[in-house]
């Protein structure tokens, strides 16, 4: 009997290792990423427009390498992502856990979470991920432009916390969920945010998202509530357009931002596309102190071989308060830059 159970144990481990190894060939572990570097010169030669990313005035910089795994096993995945580099590290959250000791690390991770479908409408998904929230990325990839608008820069970079996605059709899901504060590992003030998404592709070429975080960070003067619209629409083969607008408010007239973004582009060629951001971007007073508007205009170029992409940009800003410099300190309302950009995915 004691003979009969051990093979019939042995059996099943030898099935189940069979049934491992032949998914894990079905769906292998899936590796990609990116490299980015840049050179931006300012006319006014002063860092004037501090939105995130390619800040260095003059400079040949870095951007960072994205390093991604993906798997998935059954009904049961995960995403890790890491990053190196001004990009990741300095520019999109600067340490790991907010420790002393920490404070140095040269990495900065940009996914890391874990997901499990329970059917084929509901997955649950549990870490730290990118944003929910607006239309613009970190990674360099996953945008047109190589500068950032206004709004990705102060909205959050990425949610650490769990949530449940429900597709009710093929058009329609809704994402509800609990986070920390923005754009940390751990919060240390507890659970504090709720977010929802709710997600509609109303016909072929045309999706919208309409987001919502709400909650108070640790340290805030108020409780704050982002709502958000992004929607992309592929009108041709070859024209898409793009729309981000967000109002975010912290209670007690305790500041917030409001604004808009445009995009449209243009592929000509498969190795040449251009796009054109417009935004407007407005601070919210705190207190008595006024916040100020900013208006940008960004053109940005596409040209693509092989897994590299050249992106030229002419970008001109314009601030309601004198508060750019010129080349000789004095103050104006004005400033411009042009940048290359060379960006290779894999």
Known sequence: ??????????????????????????????????????????????????????????????????????????????????????????????????????????????????????????????????????????????????????????????????????????????MLGLFNDWNTYKDVNGVSHFGAQLSVAPVEGWNAYLNVLTGRNAGAPGDGSLFDLTTSYQATEKVKLGLNAADYTISGSNGGYSGAALYLQNTFTKAFSLGLRGEYFKTKDVQEVKGESFKSVTLSGNFKTGGLTFIPEVRFDNRSDKLFAKSDLTPTKNASQFSLAAVYAF
Not at 125 to 152: D, Q, R
């Open 1 to 174: 009997m004691k003979l009969k159970s051990t093979l019939l144990s042995l059996s099943a481990i030898a099935f189940s290792s069979v049934s491992y190894a032949q998914e894990t060939e079905k769906n292998p572990l899936q590796f990609s990423g990116s490299v980015d570097t840049y050179f931006k010169y300012d006319f006014q030669k002063q860092p004037n427009i501090g939105t995130s990313f390619a800040n260095d005035q003059n400079s040949i910089s870095l951007g960072m390498i994205d390093l991604a795994l993906k798997k998935s096993t059954g009904k049961a995945s995960f995403v890790g992502e890491v990053s190196f580099g001004p990009r990741g590290q300095y520019q999109s959250l600067l340490n790991g856990d907010g420790t002393e000791a920490n404070e140095k690390n040269s990495f900065h991770i940009q996914n890391l979470y874990v997901n499990y479908a329970v059917d084929d409408k509901l997955s649950l998904t549990a870490g730290f991920m990118g944003t929910f929230i607006g239309y613009e990325v970190i990674s360099p990839v996953g945008n047109f432009n190589y500068s950032t608008s206004y709004l990705f820069s102060n909205g959050p970079f990425q949610n650490a916390g769990i949530k449940g996605t429900y597709a009710f059709s093929s058009k329609v899901s809704l």
